[in-house]
């Protein structure tokens, strides 16, 4: 019961937001922080004895339940979304303090941990997607915040697009894998991985979940929706990038290692993309100047190589990517809450103007530098204990080439890192920081609370073991042989100096690189946007060419495609149209007759009156013909659509123009030809269904099951109301539905005109 | 278009099939008729009487905004579909007050269902036809 309460709980305090936002306006940051801590608590309780799982059948013909279940894995991102969201809480409170959408942002903050939390809880394909997707949905809110700038706008749909494309990826990758898994049910399939080696869908599957994994964390060549998601509020962009979002990514990546794994082609595809990001980021995190694109890159590479070491996948790679996933954690919150601050502080968030706030803001600096010890992973920090764990799990797996890479992204990072976290605060003060000032303690609290953990870490990796032994041992089914340690023997202490000489190396470069390559910075910032362009003109050719307005074209197009696919089918043969019913009687005669002649006065009537009158007729003859062949209730309906028609016809009638011929002969001629057509092909379409008969009819059921079923005897009205009611309640929907579109047409003709 | 005839006709033709139009919609399920087709005469004589007295007329005559008879056939026709959840059975089954033998006039969910449709269809199709005969 305690996860769908977490859940739950998360969720109602995001609808509690904006009041509280109203009611509370100062302590309301920690109001709302309380109850997100209590569900990780929570959670944490309920994982002591071992994990918890609840199971509510929801629709059992397709073997779905509402599964939520908690083990090593789940508590550690549940920590992270409910520990770092509660801190985010207590800064975006303060932070957004002059906000008048604070409410509204805190509630979509809440609700966005929700989502995460769900998904990191679910052990159900199809519940775990739906809360991947509440997470793209909340993010787009949260990035949108300030939707009157453009760039908001942009940049949310951007992020929007990007992960629920992958989401649909997602989607039928899920599809598949429960196909070929024969269960939804995460835990059971991973239980079975092993039998599903060989399965052909696999390779599908896993390289489906893969597009999705891929576009959630940002990575490449998905990962241009990040850096510009930049447009969200800070404390929005240290909860995106530190627990959430991109990291659903990862965490589906850990939780789905064994059928990753399995598939060659998609391990070496996390390998390439991950590395490749790992290096990119990195290195583009260095051409920037703005602090909060400098993260964000910079969280690209980290995801990068995240996700690397998901696709190596050994039991020792995995607890690394624990570890570093926790690093992260802490490290990336407290500098993103750090650039808050020194914002909010010194105005400007551009490390190229800014220097010298050490003195102005001692508590974001000494934030922002435990932090940047972290991300550079200077020894005794968590930072220096996950990556050495890192590199020590690539060289175990023989992988050369890999550290090669792992080693160069780290020290991008580490120049990354010197600029974010030195550089504004180092001692030369400039203009901007001459007027600085230290923010409120719930805008460096947080962070400094984040960056000592993480050293904390450092210095004890037994404490974050406790942690991380857990979740590794969910994932590769035994705990690691290796705790982490903070000295690993020579090789690895010989790989930090030199990822710490070669990081020193690119921030002496940064300056000539910059200056370098500054000209070609952004190229997939109008890639999205020559993208969505390119949609909207197709949209707009393509409404030109089938939407024509023209009803006749519409028609012939319909009434066309019908007698050549009927056409078609008699050519292919198969069935013949045969007379079955017997010599028609002299009153069907008489009736169908007159229903033809009608029809041909509609037809030749030079009085638009004339042939609306003509067009009942054909109408009232048909109706006839019903009510001999014993169909009193069809007989009846028919009448009654033709009186209305025909008063409608009479009520729009003064809004037509004067009766004319406008078409020439051609064009009759040519709707005669293809009017007979289709009366013809009709006719012997019925003629031939009437003859061929390949079930038992159901009408016999129906009469038999009308009375004692559904207490009546009218056969078409238990059809109707009872035996397929659910159909007539859609139709009296849609029915409803366009009744009010008429009327919505009707009123905005006139607002066109003037 | 005011016409003598016309409304004088209307006056008379007009309740009386209103009248049919109920009997359709309470004796369909037995005989033939229903709500569909009873909505459809019922939209007939409001029609006969906006063509004969103007469309404001029928709007009194009818006293309930034609969107609001449509909304409330929807309510009707889906409080039938849970009126089965509600007392232990599957949604969409039909309960009858007079149990399974039958009286003259069965009231039961099914007949519930039917008048929703009954006043979507009316709602509807006036909705549509006032507007077009407003439309100026």
Do not use: C
């Amino acid at each position: 019961m305690a996860l769908p309460a977490a859940i739950l709980l998360l969720a109602g305090v995001a609808a509690l937001a904006p009041a509280a936002a109203r009611a509370l306006p100062r302590a309301g940051g920690v109001a709302l922080a309380l109850p997100v801590a209590a569900a990780g608590a929570l959670l944490v309780a309920a994982g002591r004895g071992g994990g918890a799982s609840i199971d509510v059948p929801w629709l059992p013909a397709l073997g779905m339940s509402v599964a939520f279940r908690l083990d090593g894995l789940a508590l550690l991102f549940a920590l992270l979304v409910t520990g770092v969201g509660a801190l985010v809480v207590v800064y975006a409170w303060s932070y957004l303090a002059d906000d008048p959408r604070r409410g509204r942002a805190l509630a979509a903050l809440l609700a966005f941990a929700a989502s995460m939390l769900g998904l990191v809880l679910a052990d159900d394909l199809l519940i775990l997607y739906v809360f991947w997707e509440l997470t793209s949905v909340t993010s787009w809110l949260l990035i949108q915040l300030r939707h009157e700038r453009a760039e908001a706008r942009l940049a949310s749909w951007q992020a929007l697009l990007v992960t629920a494309a992958g989401g649909l990826a997602l989607l039928a990758g899920f599809v598949l894998l429960g196909l070929a898994a024969g269960t939804s049910r995460v835990s059971w399939i991973l239980a079975d991985a092993a039998s599903l080696a060989g399965d052909p869908l696999l390779p599908w599957a896993a390289g489906l979940v893969v597009l999705g994994i891929l576009t959630k964390s940002a990575q490449v060549p998905f990962h241009a929706w990040l850096p510009r998601a930049m447009e969200a509020p800070t404390p929005v962009s240290a909860y995106l990038h530190a627990a959430t979002m991109v990291k659903a990514g990862v965490y589906l990546a850990l939780r789905l290692v064994p059928i990753l794994g399995a598939v060659a082609p998609v391990r070496w595809t996390l390998v390439l993309a991950g590395g490749a990001s790992l290096i990119v980021g990195a290195g583009r995190a260095l051409l920037e100047s703005d602090l909060k694109r400098i993260l964000a890159y910079s969280t690209v590479s980290a995801l990068g190589l995240l996700l690397l070491l998901a696709g190596v996948g050994t039991p020792a790679a995995v607890h690394a990517a624990l570890a570093y996933t926790l690093a992260h954690a802490l490290y990336k919150g407290a500098l993103f809450l750090a650039a808050g601050a020194v914002d909010h502080g010194a105005g400007t968030r551009d490390t190229d103007r800014l220097s010298g706030l050490r003195r102005a803001q001692p508590f974001t600096a000494a934030a922002a530098g435990l932090a940047a010890l972290s991300m550079a992973g200077v020894p005794a920090s968590f930072g220096y204990v996950a990556k050495e764990a890192a590199y020590g799990s690539v060289l175990a797996a023989g992988r050369p080439l890999l550290l090669a890479a792992a080693v160069l992204g780290s020290a991008l990072l580490v120049a990354g890192a010197v600029v974010a976290g030195w550089l504004p605060f180092r001692a030369r003060p400039t203009a901007a920081a001459a007027h600085a000032h230290e923010v409120a303690p719930a805008l460096f609290a947080p962070a400094l609370a984040l960056a000592t953990v993480g050293l904390a870490a450092g210095v004890a990796p037994g404490v974050a073991d406790a942690l991380l032994f857990p979740a590794s041992a969910a994932v590769a089914g035994a705990p690691p042989a290796e705790p982490l340690a903070l000295f690993h023997g020579g090789t690895g202490a010989a790989l930090s100096a030199a990822t710490l000489a070669l990081g020193a190396i690119a921030v002496a470069a940064r300056p000539r690189l910059r200056s370098a390559l500054r000209s070609e910075a952004g190229p997939s910032r109008d890639a999205f946007r020559g993208a969505l362009r390119l949609l909207e003109v197709t949209a707009k050719r393509h409404t030109a060419v089938l939407q024509t307005g023209s009803l006749r074209g519409y028609l012939a197009v319909t009434f066309g495609v019908a007698a050549a696919l009927l056409a078609a089918g008699f050519v292919r043969g198969g069935v013949a149209p045969a007379w079955t019913l017997g010599a028609p009687r002299a009153p069907e005669l008489v009736v169908g007759a007159l229903a033809m002649a009608a029809a041909v006065a509609a037809v030749r009537s030079r009085s638009r009156l004339a042939a609306i009158a003509a067009l009942g007729g054909v109408g009232y003859a048909i109706g006839l013909l019903f009510l001999l062949f014993g169909a009193p209730d069809l007989a009846m309906t028919q009448i009654a659509v033709e009186t209305v028609t025909v008063m409608v016809f009479l009520v729009a009638f003064r809004h037509l123009p004067r009766f004319t011929r406008l078409s020439s002969a051609a064009s009759r001629t040519r709707d005669a030809v293809l009017a007979g057509a289709v009366g013809i092909l009709m006719a012997a379409l019925v003629l031939s269904a009437a003859g061929t008969r390949s079930f038992a009819p159901i009408s016999t059921w129906h009469v038999e099951r009308s009375v004692p079923d559904a207490h009546g005897r009218n056969v078409v009205n238990t059809i109707l109301v009872d035996f397929r009611g659910l159909d007539t309640l859609g139709e009296a929907t849609v029915l409803a539905i366009a009744g009010f579109g008429i009327v919505a047409l009707l009123k905005l003709r006139p607002r066109r005109d003037a | 278009v005011s016409s003598l005839i016309l409304q004088t006709a209307s006056r008379a033709i007009a309740p009386l099939l209103l009248f049919f139009s109920m009997y359709l919609l309470v004796a369909g399920h037995d005989e033939p008729g229903g709500g569909f087709v009873g909505g459809l005469v019922a939209t007939a004589a409001l029609t006969l009487h906006a063509i004969a007295f103007g469309v404001g007329s029928a709007r009194r005559a009818l006293r309930l905004d034609p969107r609001t008879v449509a909304g409330l056939g929807l309510v009707l026709a889906v409080a039938a579909v849970w009126a089965g959840p509600a007392f232990g059975r599957a949604p969409m089954a039909g309960l009858w007050v007079d149990g399974p033998g039958r009286t003259a006039l069965s009231l039961g969910t099914p007949v519930l269902f039917d008048a929703g449709v009954y006043l979507v269809v009316l709602g509807s199709a006036l909705n549509a036809l006032f507007g077009l005969a407003e439309e100026e």
